[in-house]
């Protein structure tokens, strides 16, 4: 069983700022890469950012400048700073741990 949770979602005004954290159990969190990926109201699930266990990162170009993945290997922790968020950005954001699977999400809402 995938034990990923999510927290740090909400509702934030356009321009702000959200971090979302994913604690991980530690059978699936060392030495694998993680990553965050989003699913829209209208479906579209898109992989945002990955970064490996030593912390090589990569982030996807609609997301570049604004989000940052960081990941606490002490604590068994993956983080998704937001910032300037958009009414776009409106999704469930989930984490993943490659190859075990997905969190259960966590709502980002973005509206004034």
């Known amino acids: 069983q995938v034990k990923l949770v999510e927290s740090g979602g909400g509702l934030v005004q356009p321009g702000g700022s959200l971090r979302l954290s994913c604690a991980a159990s530690?059978?699936?969190?060392?030495?694998?890469?993680m990553g965050w990926d989003r699913q829209t109201p209208g479906n579209q699930r898109e992989v945002l950012a990955r970064i490996t266990y030593d912390g090589i990162t990569h982030h996807e170009d609609s997301i570049k400048g604004r989000f940052i993945i960081s990941r606490d290997n002490a604590k068994n922790t993956v983080y998704l700073q937001m910032n300037n968020l958009e009414p776009e950005d409106t999704a469930v954001y989930f984490c993943?741990?490659?190859?075990w699977g997905w969190g259960q999400g966590t709502q980002v809402t973005v509206s004034s």
């Open positions: 530690s059978d699936i969190f060392k030495p694998y890469t």
């Open positions: 993943f741990s490659e190859p």
